[in-house]
């Protein structure tokens, strides 16, 4: 049987002058005597994929521009990313041109386009200038209605320090062997490799293809390349660096790293001179990573904030070992950078900002805002170096609650409508005031500690509140009313007169209210008076022998209600009397 084999070249392969191609049959076991037939042998070449320029950098993160990529090969692209987000689509307009939909979750670093040639790594980065990092907050939080917050904001934007795809002919770092010795030394001096570098040493081992995250040109430090009497200590140092004015800073690389006994190491070292390196940040005796897949790594650099100078080194030792590959290396962190900043409000009405808050300016870095009810407050913040623009968190302003802590006036009786002096906390800006329930007829915020107001004459027992944009506050104990007491005659006339020992007809009074009973005096003799607890009723009664006025007044109203009292006038006539005081009242006499 004839089966079609496919296989594809070592990207290695690319750009050599000889490349030989060796095909042979191995043998094992009792197969020797079967033949081995190959014919029709197809060798199909791809040219290399270069990217010479690219339009629409930097860019502000979040956004979505068509970039244009300019290069060569660049026909049957089937792969475009921007550090390695892919683009969220492509044209390939030619075998120069490449246009490409930026991804919304880009970030700085290097464009890639792959073919069936290879991939392409452009020799300078894409910028995405990130959105500045806003803290803003407000000093104080709560405030009396119209009172003064102070509001200031600042601005950090994650800045890169240093970035290095390594993918140009040369770069700014210094390698160094100093302290190597044995073999060959430059063979384990750090040097830049291809994408899909092949490396073989010799039996038994494995040859080794080397593929960084981005599939792109990268530093390799090989020690088996120096020769087995060699001694490798080799040096990756990077440009200077200035680190005032960040608040945080990290150190991100890719790396493969490949340990092969107990006498290699690799380092990562920081130096504030140049010169001294101290303790190393990262010591590394086993693997990282692989020759295909090069592991991510983060070291925290918060220790070194503010240094005028600063470098970062990679460092392999060994004695006739593997090797150590870099790629990707970048510093960044969060650092104050200089902006404008305008505020907005909700509600806006009563936010009390001052004239030009909304304008994007500098001096809004700090404003004083004079709310008059609970406002939360926006800043939008741009960078003026990127005019990246974000806005912050809301800061909220609240009203302060009112407190009642005493008051005057209480106990008064029903229907009066004195004026009632509250005091407490919060008030200015009040909005009502009610004694349970019922608004007061007027009031007047003296201060933000007092008030006036004047008693409704409908109000009843129960608590006081004052209401602000900040709340209600409720007194702790009720302000009194005490009901007045009411009398009224149901039954009967108040006012009788009648002849000599008849009997008056019933008088009746009923009490209620704030009384509690009722009692007559100054009843003519004859006359009684009899109370009713129940049905709350006095009845005066009997038959008088005298004239008199009486009075009937209301019992048990409390303080500073008082008693209240009617009455009426007994009148006894004497009845007519008639007597024959001379001659017979019967007489018989003759005519004439």
């Known amino acids: 049987n004839t089966t079609l084999e496919t296989s594809t070249f070592p990207s290695s392969a690319n750009n050599n002058s000889n490349v030989w191609i060796e095909i042979y049959k191995s043998v094992s076991g009792g197969d020797n005597g079967r033949t081995f037939l190959i ?29 244009t990529i300019t290069g060569t090969n660049l026909t049957g692209a089937t792969a475009v990313n921007f550090n390695g987000t892919p683009a969220t689509s492509f044209t390939v307009d030619s075998n120069t041109q490449i246009t490409a939909i930026l991804p919304a979750s880009a970030s700085t670093g290097y464009i890639t386009v792959t073919t069936p040639g290879g991939t392409a790594a452009s020799a300078n980065a894409f910028v995405v200038n ?34 290095e ?20 030394v430059a063979n384990a001096a750090w040097t830049l490799q291809s994408a899909g570098y092949y490396y073989y040493y010799a039996n038994p081992y494995t040859g080794y293809q080397f593929i960084s995250n ?16 060699g001694t490798t200590n080799t040096q990756l140092r990077s440009p200077v660096m200035n680190t005032n004015g960040y608040t945080s800073l990290s150190l991100e690389f890719y790396q493969f790293y490949d340990d092969f006994d107990g006498d290699d190491f690799a380092y990562v070292e920081v130096s504030t001179d140049g010169n001294n390196w101290g303790t190393p940040l990262a010591t590394y005796s086993t693997d990282q990573g692989s020759q295909n897949n090069f592991l991510k790594t983060t070291i925290n650099l918060n220790a070194y904030i503010n240094q005028t100078t600063f470098y970062v080194r990679f460092r392999y030792i060994g004695k006739f070992d593997w090797f150590w590959a870099i790629d990707n290396v970048t510093v960044s962190g969060n650092k104050v950078i200089s902006g404008t900043y305008s505020w907005a409000a909700s509600p806006s009405v009563t936010a009390g900002l001052p004239t030009n808050a909304g304008t994007a300016l500098a001096s809004n870095n700090s404003i004083t ?15 003026s170096a990127t005019t990246c623009s974000t806005s912050g968190t809301p800061v909220m302003v609240s009203i302060a609650a009112p407190t009642i802590t005493s008051f005057t006036g209480s106990p008064v009786c029903s229907g009066t409508t004195p004026s009632i002096t509250i005091n407490g906390t919060n008030f200015i800006g009040a909005t009502a005031v009610n004694f349970n329930g019922v608004a007061a007829t007027s009031f007047t915020v003296n201060s933000n500690t007092q008030i006036t107001a004047v ?18 506050a409720t007194s702790a104990s009720s302000f009194t009313v005490n009901p007045i007491a009411t009398l009224s005659l149901t039954t009967g006339t108040a006012s009788q007169t009648v002849c000599s020992g008849t009997a008056i007809g019933n008088i009746v009074y009923t009490w209620g209210g704030g009384a509690t009973g009722a009692s007559a005096s100054g009843l003519p003799a004859g006359l009684t008076a009899t109370p009713d607890t129940t049905n709350k009723t006095l009845t005066i009664s009997g038959t008088p022998t005298a004239n008199g006025t009486y009075s009937v007044s209301t019992t048990g109203q409390t303080s500073p209600c008082t008693a209240i009292s009617l009455g009426g006038t007994i009148t006894v006539n004497p009845i007519a009397t008639l007597s024959l005081t001379t001659g017979t009242a019967s007489q018989t006499v003759c005519s004439g």
Request: include cysteine; hydrophobic fraction near 25%; charge should be negative.
């Open 39 to 67: 014919d029709n042998v197809t060798l199909t070449s791809y040219a290399i994929p270069t990217i010479t320029t690219f339009t629409g950098s930097p860019v502000c993160s979040g956004s979505t521009p068509t970039i």
């Open 130 to 163: 990130p959105l500045p990092t806003i803290t803003s907050s407000a000093s104080p939080t709560s405030v009396i209605s119209g009172g003064a917050s102070t509001l200031t904001a600042s601005i950090t934007e994650k800045t890169i320090l240093l970035q």
């Open 165 to 184: 795809g390594f993918n140009g002919a040369t770069d700014s770092w210094t390698k160094t062997t100093t302290g190597s010795s044995g073999g060959t």
């Open 214 to 229: 981005d599939n792109s040109q990268f530093y390799l430090s090989n020690s088996a390349a120096q020769g087995s009497t």
């Open 369 to 383: 805002v004079n709310p008059t009810q609970t406002t939360n407050y926006t800043v939008t913040a741009t960078n």
């Open 455 to 472: 008693l409704p004459a409908t109000a009843t027992t129960g608590s006081i509140t004052v209401t602000t944009a900040g709340g209600t």
